[in-house]
T-cell receptor
């Protein structure tokens, strides 16, 4: 089945530094990648949608200058958390939609997630 | 604004019993509904998908959808300790490549 490889699986960084999270589609081309964030005991919240070759679409309340998304190729999307602060500590998950668009009749392909801890 | 409501639990069920998980949603145009299982610190994994009213069975799992009542449920028969996890209800609206909207999840505990 289709695989999305997400790295790193966990990262600890100091406040004020930047962290880059990568998601690669290993055996398919992902023109779209969804980026979710999940705080403890909370739901997955969609942060933004990246599209290959165009600007990402951010959800309301998500700072686009803080969470930089790049989708330069059909197999790689990256999320960079700039000037990270402790409140950015969370579980970040990428997900690619099934090929063929919606309505979805097959599952999304999730990365394994990145646990970010900002000290 | 799409909303997906779930009881956060924890829901405690004896091993071998039926676990019943419920979810309501606000967006009437939602077309696709999913149940994901998430273990702590892991990504969600798909358990069931359902698109039309009625029941859909897959092994020990049965998903039920009632679009008129905006209600979707998941039944787990012969519950096993390995079923202990958080179960996320999710929906997708429209025909575009949009992200899913997730509920907060129900924490299920299967007691041996």
């Amino acid at each position: 089945g289709a695989v999305v490889s997400q790295h790193p699986s966990w990262v600890i960084c100091k406040s004020g530094t930047s962290v880059k999270i990568e998601c690669r589609s290993l055996d398919f081309q992902a023109t779209t990648m969804f980026w979710y964030r999940q705080f403890p005991k909370q739901s997955l919240m969609l942060m933004a949608t990246s599209n290959e070759g165009s600007k990402a679409t951010y959800e309301q309340g998500v700072e686009k200058d803080k969470f930089l998304i790049n989708h330069a190729s059909l197999t790689l999307s990256t999320l960079t958390v700039t000037s990270a602060h402790p409140e950015d500590s969370s579980f970040y998950i990428c997900s690619a939609p099934p090929t063929g668009g919606g309505p979805y009749n097959s599952p999304l392909h999730f990365g394994n997630g990145t646990r970010l801890t900002v000290t | 604004q799409k909303e997906v409501e779930q009881n956060s639990g924890p829901l405690s069920v004896p091993e071998g019993a039926i676990a019943s998980l419920n979810c309501t949603y606000s967006d009437r145009v939602s077309q696709s509904f999913f149940w994901y299982r998430q273990y702590s610190g892991k990504s969600p994994e798909l358990i069931m998908s359902i698109y039309s009213n009625g029941d859909k069975e897959d092994g020990r799992f049965t998903a039920q959808l009632n679009k008129a009542s905006q209600y979707v449920s998941l039944l787990i028969r012969d519950s096993q300790p390995s079923d202990s996890a958080t179960y996320l209800c999710a929906l997708h609206s429209g025909g575009g490549a949009d992200g899913l909207t997730f509920g907060k999840g129900t924490h299920l505990i299967i007691q041996p």
